[in-house]
């Protein structure tokens, strides 16, 4: 039972790793990317910290861990964090629905239909 909860949580984990990754790195969404304007050093920490992540992710949901039930239970967590977080991001700025609810061009907000 655990086993099944944890390769859920770490599979929430990984697409919503990699939405973020996808948004932050590629230039899928609106054009502007405040990710540009950061340090590369900043930059580098952001990118490397995500891919250790998604990595850690996938290797626990291809080895199947049973780790302890408090680890299971962050990593729900962190699974509903990611995937909450990838999808309102995704409707906030244009990735998933086309339309921004928010032009940081212009500053205006556009609520998406």
Known sequence: MLQSINAIANALICLGG???Y??????????????????KASYYTIKTALALVISGAMLNLLILTTPPFSEVVMNVGFGL???????????????????????RKTGTFRVPK
């Open 18 to 20: 990699t939405a973020f």
């Open 22 to 39: 996808v948004m932050l790195f590629t230039k899928i969404g609106d054009g502007v990317k405040q990710i540009d304007r950061f340090s």
């Open 81 to 103: 964090i990611f995937a909450w977080a990838a999808v309102w991001h995704g409707v906030k700025f244009g990735v998933l629905t086309g339309v921004k609810a928010i032009d």
